[in-house]
């Protein structure tokens, strides 16, 4: 939208997500240079803008973007506008050259990134109903991905799914899923097994012939190695020497691998049942 200037407008709710991820990231990030942690403020800020606004909120917005919907396409386009300026300025003390270059590009901008305001959360919204809802949709979609590559389908083949548990703001997503994962729900379950991916406090149950069959001996192997990596990361945390010695962020690294594999391997061990039951 070439008329769209930077503004916060959350008219959908991944746009209230994208803006409350950003407000936690300023929050971040200058809690890490304030306390002279640039490692930790650069790692901050390469994960959001890789991670959430690339990966998620660009790739979430694409339609609306060239969709027949005129407010729509406004607010994501200001929506990913205002994220791109707080960004940079974000960004500006460690990439000067660079960011003052992107900014110079940016509608309404004048004058030089340097004499601006460093960015703060003032006037941007926080909506947390929407950052959990857009969560559950992303880790669903993040599970949907592994399952495509699993079991050899086409990253758009469309699959389809019911949903149960504490579902009402997931399903109230349904255009998030069928965008960012090719995902169809529906009210009614087909006969035979079906595959469970957790979304938040919900689950999908990803229908398909043929899908367990071809998911079995994968997720097996998956579940092995997700135990396989706990072990090893209990072994660490269970030397009394690599607690004591090592620095506290590799000691809580190690803590949230084993806690990462045990989830996986639950996960997995989940599907597997599910299959069998089937």
């Given at each position: 939208?070439?008329?769209?200037?930077?503004?916060?407008?959350?008219l959908?709710?991944?746009?209230?997500?994208?803006?409350?991820?950003?407000?936690?990231?300023i929050?971040?990030?200058?809690?890490?240079y304030?306390?002279?942690?640039?490692?930790a403020a650069?790692?901050?800020?390469?994960?959001?803008?890789?991670?959430?606004?690339?990966?998620?909120?660009l790739?979430?917005?694409?339609?609306?973007?060239y969709?027949?919907d005129?407010a729509?396409?406004?607010?994501?386009?200001?929506?990913?506008?205002?994220?791109?300026?707080?960004?940079?300025?974000?960004?500006?003390?460690?990439c000067?050259?660079?960011?003052?270059?992107?900014w110079?590009?940016?509608?309404a901008?004048?004058?030089?990134?340097?004499?601006?305001?460093?960015?703060?959360?003032?006037?941007?919204?926080?909506?947390?109903s929407?950052?959990?809802?857009?969560?559950?949709?992303?880790?669903?979609?993040?599970?949907?991905?592994r399952?495509?590559?699993?079991?050899?389908?086409?990253?758009?083949?469309?699959?389809?799914?019911?949903?149960?548990?504490?579902a009402?703001?997931?399903?109230?997503e349904?255009?998030?899923l069928?965008?960012?994962?090719?995902i169809?729900?529906?009210?009614?379950a087909?006969a035979?097994?079906?595959?469970?991916?957790?979304?938040?406090a919900?689950?999908?149950?990803?229908q398909?012939?043929?899908l367990?069959?071809?998911?079995r001996?994968r997720?097996?192997?998956r579940?092995?190695?997700?135990?396989a990596?706990?072990?090893k990361?209990?072994?660490?945390?269970g030397?009394?020497?690599?607690v004591?010695?090592?620095?506290?962020e590799?000691?809580?690294?190690e803590?949230?691998r084993?806690?990462?594999?045990?989830?996986?391997?639950?996960?997995?061990?989940?599907?597997?049942?599910?299959?069998?039951?089937?």
């Open positions: 939208d070439p008329e769209a200037l930077p503004t916060p407008n959350g959908e709710a991944v746009d209230r997500w994208i803006l409350d991820r950003l407000a936690q990231t929050d971040d990030v200058a809690a890490g304030e306390d002279f942690q640039f490692s650069t790692k901050t800020l390469y994960a959001f803008i890789w991670n959430e606004f690339c990966d998620w909120y790739e979430a917005i694409k339609a609306r973007l969709g027949d005129v729509s396409k406004r607010a994501a386009s200001e929506t990913a506008l205002f994220v791109i300026e707080r960004t940079l300025g974000l960004l500006h003390p460690m000067p050259f660079v960011t003052e270059e992107l110079s590009f940016l509608p901008r004048s004058g030089l990134l340097a004499w601006s305001e460093f960015p703060t959360t003032e006037g941007i919204p926080r909506d947390a929407a950052a959990t809802t857009v969560a559950a949709v992303i880790q669903a979609v993040t599970g949907v991905r399952l495509r590559q699993d079991a050899e389908l086409s990253p758009r083949a469309e699959l389809v799914a019911t949903i149960t548990g504490d009402d703001a997931v399903r109230g349904s255009a998030l069928a965008a960012l994962g090719a169809r729900l529906v009210e009614t087909a035979g097994p079906a595959v469970p991916l957790p979304a938040g919900a689950t999908l149950h990803i398909g012939d043929g367990a069959g071809k998911l001996d997720l097996a192997k579940r092995e190695e997700a135990l990596e706990h072990k990361a209990e072994a660490k945390l030397n009394a020497k690599f004591e010695r090592a620095p506290a590799v000691v809580e690294e803590r949230e084993s806690e990462r594999f045990a989830r996986d391997a639950a996960e997995l061990e989940a599907q597997l049942a599910a299959l069998d039951a089937g």
